[in-house]
């Protein structure tokens, strides 16, 4: 039942109408019924991204060093909290994926893999709004970083696969123990704290630094503020170790996967 | 080259007291085992050739529905094998995927991807669904809009859309109305016509007389009978004959204890009893197959002309025949106290498909009204199925001649 890697792709791959019909309907179902509809899509990130720079950016200035000037705390917020929404996002849904589509699996055959695939798209969709309202912005007040911008593609990509990993994996398990979704979401706020997005590394004592840089989302926000603050090209830090264990994680998932498939039906 | 072989199939549930129990056995590597296995279908073994159409039938908790998620893939099995050729369609439940916000178009769209469409194809079959379903406008109006005949409808359109190789279907057949039930009936009959493999599940004995010639019985997740739909109709027959038997025993018990008896009991009902022409015991019966209904009963005071009467109503309540032994001339047999006695009514069952209650009362000379010594309601149901005389429809099985000529004579 559950087919190498490569049935599987195709297999994803001749369902791609449903993946993406799902995601769009997600996207859709949100706005229905509302007058504004898709357009709130857009408001929230824009007044976050507003808040972020022009609020905190002049209110902050003063107090981080090495950030001394008023837009620079703010794009250095939304660097950080931007992409790791998306991270979050990506981890939280797949976490539940399973268990809200239930009925379907029981029922229904078709490739499992396409609810990750939807949690995958969905999160890109919402991501890209976000991001081309930062981006728009950051032209707007002359801070746009050039070229270096695309140093956040392979970054994103690396991140996604990274949290499509782990909360597949997680996914699976919370079938069974519904305490894990719990659990993510503490793990999350924890981990959320331990990564330099709100404070930038700078004010952490040595030891704490080297702390810092075991936790392998650390290296990523770096790039990423990197990129949207200096304008300098991510180096490897940022993202091969990250690629590698992102590589760990989609197999460990796969491997769970596999073993539990069976089961998982029956528990839904 | 058969359409579908299971060999040794079974489906073991893992049932544990505790969630933690589960967990503590997953951390051993499953050396500890803290579950008790129940097995839902064990050494199931046969083979469907290609454009057969094969019942499964059984009562509830047989196995039917878990040897469709196996074959369907949506479990996995615990022992044996299966393996289905080419392209697959389960109609396990109607309406799945369906979002109440959104209107007919955009979920008939979605599901049709679901079931593995691509764009063209989903475009192709559009026009289908919306003919089919019969809904027209509506398929502009959001599905929370619908009533649930129109919900069904779609689904099943939507369902039936696309041609497969192999159709599954547990139960969704007996969904909508008459008419709409007529026209998936047909839709499915198309689909056998042009060379679909059809696995029919469902616990009722003559959906599966319509549409398969072969069925397959399972009873506690074994494979009892294996043969032709008639035959293992009869088998199935017998099952539910005998288990009706106890249930008949504890009506009886239970007839005594609640209000669906009344009488003066000067004359007590003891048993009630359908028997087919070969008298033996049964609670199913084929159209205009002739029954013999058994009454018996014990008077507890000598009485000189008792007299027995039945009716018998439909699934509604609505009375469908009823006479008794005085209007039917019988004559009397007066009796001593404790003695037995024993009516028959020989009946010629010329009635439509379906549930059929049996009401019986003893009571002096030709109404109850005089003394009714003890009336006992719904005391017998029987089903009655589709069997030689067929092709009308109706509570009444008239007996007809039809004819087709030129008009002027």
């Given at each position: 039942?559950?087919?190498?890697?490569?049935?599987?792709?195709?297999?994803?791959?001749?369902?791609?109408?449903?993946?993406?019909?799902?995601?769009?309907?997600?996207?859709?179902?949100?706005?229905?019924?509302?007058?504004?509809?898709?357009?709130?899509?857009?408001?929230?990130?824009?007044?976050?991204?507003?808040?972020?720079?022009?609020?905190?950016?002049?209110?902050?200035?003063?107090?981080?060093?090495?950030?001394?000037?008023?837009?620079?705390?703010?794009?250095?917020?939304?660097?950080?909290?931007?992409?790791?929404?998306?991270?979050?996002?990506?981890?939280?849904?797949?976490?539940?994926?399973?268990?809200?589509?239930?009925?379907?699996?029981?029922?229904?055959?078709?490739?499992?893999?396409?609810?990750?695939?939807?949690?995958?798209?969905?999160?890109?969709?919402?991501?890209?709004?976000?991001?081309?309202?930062?981006?728009?912005?950051?032209?707007?007040?002359?801070?746009?970083?050039?070229?270096?911008?695309?140093?956040?593609?392979?970054?994103?990509?690396?991140?996604?696969?990274?949290?499509?990993?782990?909360?597949?994996?997680?996914?699976?398990?919370?079938?069974?123990?519904?305490?894990?979704?719990?659990?993510?979401?503490?793990?999350?706020?924890?981990?959320?704290?331990?990564?330099?997005?709100?404070?930038?590394?700078?004010?952490?004592?040595?030891?704490?630094?080297?702390?810092?840089?075991?936790?392998?989302?650390?290296?990523?926000?770096?790039?990423?503020?990197?990129?949207?603050?200096?304008?300098?090209?991510?180096?490897?830090?940022?993202?091969?170790?990250?690629?590698?264990?992102?590589?760990?994680?989609?197999?460990?998932?796969?491997?769970?996967?596999?073993?539990?498939?069976?089961?998982?039906?029956?528990?839904? | 080259?058969?359409?579908?072989?299971?060999?040794?199939?079974?489906?073991?549930?893992?049932?544990?007291?505790?969630?933690?129990?589960?967990?503590?056995?997953?951390?051993?590597?499953?050396?500890?085992?803290?579950?008790?296995?129940?097995?839902?279908?064990?050494?199931?073994?046969?083979?469907?050739?290609?454009?057969?159409?094969?019942?499964?039938?059984?009562?509830?908790?047989?196995?039917?529905?878990?040897?469709?998620?196996?074959?369907?893939?949506?479990?996995?099995?615990?022992?044996?094998?299966?393996?289905?050729?080419?392209?697959?369609?389960?109609?396990?439940?109607?309406?799945?995927?369906?979002?109440?916000?959104?209107?007919?178009?955009?979920?008939?769209?979605?599901?049709?991807?679901?079931?593995?469409?691509?764009?063209?194809?989903?475009?192709?079959?559009?026009?289908?669904?919306?003919?089919?379903?019969?809904?027209?406008?509506?398929?502009?109006?959001?599905?929370?809009?619908?009533?649930?005949?129109?919900?069904?409808?779609?689904?099943?359109?939507?369902?039936?859309?696309?041609?497969?190789?192999?159709?599954i279907v547990d139960e969704a057949l007996s969904v909508g109305d008459a008419y709409f039930q007529h026209k998936s009936t047909s839709r499915i009959r198309a689909f056998q016509e042009q060379g679909t493999t059809l696995l029919f599940v469902t616990h009722d004995p003559g959906a599966v007389k319509a549409l398969c010639r072969r069925a397959l019985l399972l009873d506690r997740g074994t494979l009892l009978r294996?043969?032709?739909?008639?035959?293992?109709?009869?088998?199935?027959?017998?099952?539910?004959?005998?288990?009706?038997?106890?249930?008949?025993?504890?009506?009886?018990?239970?007839?005594?204890?609640?209000?669906?008896?009344?009488?003066?009991?000067?004359?007590?009902?003891?048993?009630?009893?359908?028997?087919?022409?070969?008298?033996?015991?049964?609670?199913?019966?084929?159209?205009?197959?002739?029954?013999?209904?058994?009454?018996?009963?014990?008077?507890?005071?000598?009485?000189?002309?008792p007299t027995v009467g039945f009716v018998i109503r439909d699934r509604l309540g609505n009375d469908v025949f009823g006479t008794n032994t005085f209007h039917q001339g019988v004559a009397h047999q007066p009796c001593a106290a404790g003695g037995e006695l024993v009516a028959r009514f020989a009946l010629g069952l010329s009635v439509g498909p379906g549930s059929y209650s049996v009401t019986v009362a003893l009571h002096?000379?030709?109404?109850?009204?005089?003394?009714?010594?003890?009336?006992?309601?719904?005391?017998?149901?029987?089903?009655?199925?589709?069997?030689?005389?067929?092709?009308?429809?109706?509570?009444?099985?008239?007996?007809?001649?039809?004819?087709?000529?030129?008009?002027?004579?």
């Amino acid at each position: 039942m559950v087919a190498p890697l490569g049935t599987m792709l195709r297999n994803l791959w001749s369902y791609r109408s449903f993946v993406l019909g799902m995601a769009s309907r997600e996207f859709r179902a949100r706005y229905l019924g509302s007058v504004l509809g898709s357009v709130w899509a857009f408001l929230h990130p824009l007044t976050l991204v507003f808040l972020y720079t022009v609020v905190f950016g002049h209110l902050m200035r003063s107090r981080i060093p090495g950030i001394d000037d008023a837009l620079g705390y703010g794009v250095f917020l939304c660097a950080g909290i931007f992409t790791w929404t998306a991270f979050t996002e990506i981890l939280q849904r797949s976490v539940t994926v399973f268990l809200e589509n239930g009925n379907l699996l029981k029922k229904m055959s078709f490739p499992r893999a396409a609810l990750p695939a939807i949690v995958l798209v969905s999160a890109l969709v919402n991501f890209v709004i976000v991001f081309s309202i930062l981006l728009a912005l950051l032209l707007l007040l002359g801070r746009f970083p050039g070229w270096p911008i695309l140093g956040l593609v392979p970054l994103l990509v690396v991140q996604q696969a990274l949290a499509l990993g782990i909360g597949t994996a997680l996914g699976v398990v919370n079938v069974f123990f519904r305490d894990v979704a719990h659990l993510l979401t503490i793990g999350l706020q924890l981990w959320f704290w331990f990564t330099p997005i709100v404070y930038p590394i700078s004010i952490l004592g040595d030891r704490m630094q080297t702390l810092a840089h075991l936790n392998p989302m650390t290296d990523l926000v770096a790039g990423y503020q990197g990129i949207l603050l200096h304008g300098a090209w991510p180096t490897w830090h940022a993202w091969l170790p990250q690629a590698i264990l992102a590589v760990l994680a989609l197999g460990f998932a796969r491997a769970l996967f596999r073993r539990l498939a069976g089961e998982l039906a029956d528990h839904l | 080259m058969p359409r579908i072989v299971a060999r040794g199939l079974g489906k073991k549930y893992r049932i544990y007291r505790h969630p933690l129990a589960r967990l503590v056995e997953w951390a051993s590597g499953d050396r500890r085992v803290l579950h008790h296995a129940e097995w839902a279908l064990r050494g199931v073994s046969f083979e469907v050739a290609d454009g057969e159409s094969v019942g499964i039938i059984g009562m509830n908790g047989a196995g039917k529905s878990t040897l469709l998620r196996l074959l369907t893939g949506t479990t996995q099995p615990s022992e044996g094998s299966f393996h289905v050729a080419g392209r697959v369609a389960a109609l396990l439940e109607l309406g799945l995927g369906m979002h109440p916000e959104f209107d007919g178009w955009r979920n008939a769209m979605l599901s049709l991807q679901l079931l593995g469409l691509d764009d063209r194809q989903v475009r192709d079959a559009l026009p289908f669904v919306r003919e089919f379903s019969e809904l027209g406008s509506h398929m502009d109006q959001p599905v929370r809009t619908y009533s649930t005949g129109m919900q069904v409808r779609l689904a099943f359109s939507v369902a039936t859309a696309v041609r497969p190789d192999v159709l599954i279907v547990d139960e969704a057949l007996s969904v909508g109305d008459a008419y709409f039930q007529h026209k998936s009936t047909s839709r499915i009959r198309a689909f056998q016509e042009q060379g679909t493999t059809l696995l029919f599940v469902t616990h009722d004995p003559g959906a599966v007389k319509a549409l398969c010639r072969r069925a397959l019985l399972l009873d506690r997740g074994t494979l009892l009978r294996d043969g032709p739909a008639d035959a293992v109709f009869d088998y199935y027959n017998a099952m539910i004959a005998r288990k009706e038997e106890d249930a008949h025993i504890e009506q009886l018990e239970s007839g005594g204890r609640t209000v669906t008896r009344s009488g003066s009991r000067e004359a007590e009902i003891t048993a009630v009893t359908l028997h087919g022409a070969d008298g033996a015991e049964r609670a199913t019966f084929a159209v205009a197959e002739p029954a013999v209904l058994e009454v018996r009963f014990r008077p507890r005071v000598a009485m000189p002309s008792p007299t027995v009467g039945f009716v018998i109503r439909d699934r509604l309540g609505n009375d469908v025949f009823g006479t008794n032994t005085f209007h039917q001339g019988v004559a009397h047999q007066p009796c001593a106290a404790g003695g037995e006695l024993v009516a028959r009514f020989a009946l010629g069952l010329s009635v439509g498909p379906g549930s059929y209650s049996v009401t019986v009362a003893l009571h002096t000379e030709h109404a109850h009204v005089d003394a009714s010594f003890d009336w006992w309601d719904r005391a017998l149901l029987f089903e009655v199925v589709p069997g030689e005389v067929r092709g009308f429809t109706g509570v009444a099985a008239l007996p007809v001649r039809a004819s087709l000529e030129r008009g002027g004579g």
